[in-house]
């Protein structure tokens, strides 16, 4: 009978675990997409080159960026699969 009191325990224990686990990672996927997400903003935001060279942006800087862009938001959505 105390075996089974103490696999009960035990069960409950790694419930608790389980579900410590899950909240940590839950946490650290949230603050990955809200990092993406800020990336994504400032990378589109208008009038975000030095002053005087607005609107010239070089189109090997700007294969970069779209590279970038594209690589993240993959990222993004692999993320996206496993919540």
Not at 35 to 48: D, H, P, Q
Not at 65 to 75: A, G, V
Request: net charge positive; hydrophobic share 35%.
């Amino acid at each position: 009978m105390s075996s089974t009191l103490q696999h009960w325990k035990q069960t409950g224990r790694l419930c608790v675990h389980k579900q410590n686990n899950n909240v940590m990672i839950l946490n650290v996927l949230i603050l990955f997409i809200k990092a993406v997400n800020k990336l994504a903003e400032i990378m589109n935001r208008k009038g975000a080159a030095p002053h005087g060279q607005r609107g010239k942006v070089s189109e090997s800087d700007m294969r970069k960026k779209e590279k970038e862009c594209r690589k993240l938001e993959q990222e993004l959505k692999q993320v996206r699969i496993y919540l």
